[in-house]
């Protein structure tokens, strides 16, 4: 019998929450919650705060560059303070949000975002401002897994999909609206005000979430591993690092090996210690399944070459076209309105060529917008034409990415999955600003705010870095193609019975499929004996 975890006995234990959450998860299918929708616009509002400062900062670079007395690798930290955070952080906010309740750990997270905020608009040096944002990455981390977690739990099947591409939608138009938002502060305010836009929304989720948001745990949560969160950490923090200080020297010099060398030796005891650690933050079984490696790569190699090429395009507009903050904003605005055209036409895309072929597509039409930023003849006509098959390419991918992760796992196992993901998507934030801001920075020289040579320079070294986060995110599209299912209307995994009806005449053409079921369906019955002798135990207690 599995060992029974010690639980305190008062109300609102994990286990109590984990025991309704699965009768309530049972439940779904038969009685969706009527608030549902409502539930799915405050998740909704609270992703879209969080990502939205993903890019917030970008078109206040310059204005930041002169206030605060810094340079290109400088700005990298600071938007790299929050992307790095949140990234390391993930698994651990969603091994602690599966065991102590998705609802609490997504208001406590907005609640210290909303305060970071307030420490970062009144900032007065960039070391301050890099604190600031460290603090709202950790804040974001909380807030993120429960998001994707309380949707899968409230939506039944039929409705999943359409639930995860309206949320998974947000994430983009986040990261898209962030140069309009800003740049309309920037233009009449000073940069710290960027920040005041989290406010509102923050205050919205915390009144609204505490009424509308429905508790929920694992089942059979993990342990905290704090070990595994530092090592972790550290491989991601010198890969960044790495990435970053190579502008200044060279991708051989001693301080760049030693950070890269010593993210490889982090990294491989991280796993080391993870595979013989009883609750691990990493489900290897996950990473041992083909559709989800090809799912999460594609997903942080697109994010990759999003967050480098709107770290580069927001400067080359302001430097290079002699546009306003406000204006570079409006300017970047058409990537939206494409992300939401492309997210329209996804859903049949998917049904017709699969996983496979809507995510190849999706990230091969967003490398070749980003491409023809580099590329085309100078003026804003070539910007327009590639921000708008770069967002037309991230709608058709993102939601069947996220539709892919999450229909591998059964229900219980759902936001150490989505943190996993999530993870891979912010470490891919991380790295596109450190890698693409990296080869502007090395292109630029030593040109700086107010050189003469800068929009020269900057004409120069734009098009290789536009060049670079493409290729990351055609490298995307090729993982896609070699490792995703390929069967319209089908995903490997459990979630395969619960999304939709077998006809019973479909081949499993993807190796492992079966073997993946049955490993799943195991887990699914250990899950229910754990459950089973926590609820007998408690009742003993009592």
């Known amino acids: 019998m599995p060992e029974t975890p010690e639980i305190p006995e008062m109300p609102g234990t994990a286990t109590a929450t984990a025991t309704a959450t699965a009768g309530r998860e049972r439940a779904v299918a038969a009685a969706p919650d009527p608030r549902r929708w409502w539930i799915l616009a405050v998740l909704s509002l609270a992703l879209f705060v969080v990502i939205l400062n993903n890019g917030l900062l970008n078109v206040a670079l310059p204005q930041l560059m002169r206030d605060l007395h810094t340079d290109v690798r400088g700005t990298q930290w600071i938007v790299d303070g929050y992307a790095l955070v949140f990234a390391a952080s993930l698994l651990t906010a969603g091994t602690l949000s599966d065991r102590y309740g998705r609802k609490r750990a997504t208001l406590l997270g907005a609640a210290l975002f909303g305060a970071g905020s307030l420490v970062a608009l009144t900032a007065s040096g960039a ?145 080391l210690w993870e595979r013989r650690h009883p609750s691990p933050m990493v489900d290897f079984s996950l990473l041992g399944k083909r559709a989800f490696l090809g799912a999460s790569a594609g997903n942080m190699l697109l994010f990759l070459g999003l967050a480098g090429t709107l770290f580069v395009l927001t400067q080359q507009l302001q430097y290079g076209l002699g546009y306003g903050p406000l204006k570079a904003g409006l300017a970047v605005a058409p990537l939206a309105l494409a992300v939401g055209a492309g997210s329209a036409l996804s859903p049949a895309l998917a049904r017709r060529a699969g996983a496979r072929g809507a995510v190849a597509t999706g990230l091969l039409v967003c490398a070749a917008g980003v491409l023809a930023l580099g590329e085309l003849p100078g003026g804003y006509g070539p910007v327009l034409g590639g921000l708008v098959l770069a967002g037309a390419g991230i709608g058709l991918a993102l939601a069947p990415v996220t539709d892919t992760v999450m229909g591998l796992v059964p229900a219980h196992r759902s936001g150490n999955a989505a943190a996993l993901n999530d993870t891979m998507q912010e470490m891919g934030n991380a790295l596109g600003v450190a890698v693409v801001g990296t080869v502007l920075a090395r292109g630029l020289g030593g040109a700086a705010p107010g050189d003469p040579a800068l929009h020269e320079a900057l004409g120069g070294a734009a098009g290789p870095a536009f060049r670079v986060a493409a290729a990351c995110v055609a490298a995307g599209a090729v993982l896609a193609a070699l490792l995703l299912p390929g069967r319209p209307g089908g995903l490997p995994g459990p979630a395969a019975g619960r999304t939709r009806t077998r006809t019973g005449t479909e081949p499993d053409t993807e190796p492992g499929m079966e073997a993946d079921r049955e490993a799943d369906r195991e887990a699914d019955r250990e899950a229910d004996r754990e459950a089973h002798d926590e609820r007998a135990s408690a009742r003993g207690g009592g």
């Open 127 to 271: 070391g301050q401002l890099v604190g600031a944002r460290a603090v709202m990455g950790l804040a974001a981390a909380c807030v993120m897994p429960g998001t994707l977690s309380i949707l899968v739990g409230v939506f039944p099947a039929e409705e999943r999909a359409r639930a995860i591409g309206i949320w998974g939608s947000t994430s983009a138009l986040g990261v898209a609206a962030g140069p309009v938002i800003g740049g309309a502060l920037v233009s009449h305010f000073w940069w710290g005000s960027v920040f005041l836009v989290n406010l509102l929304p923050v205050a919205v989720v915390l009144a609204a979430g505490a009424r509308l948001l429905p508790e929920s745990a694992g089942s059979a949560p993990r342990r905290a591993d704090p070990v595994g969160a530092l090592l972790g950490a550290a491989a991601m923090a010198g890969l960044v690092y790495g990435a970053i200080h190579a502008a200044g020297g060279a991708w051989t010099s001693a301080p760049v090996l030693g950070a890269l060398g010593g993210a490889v030796a982090a990294g491989a005891a991280f796993c």
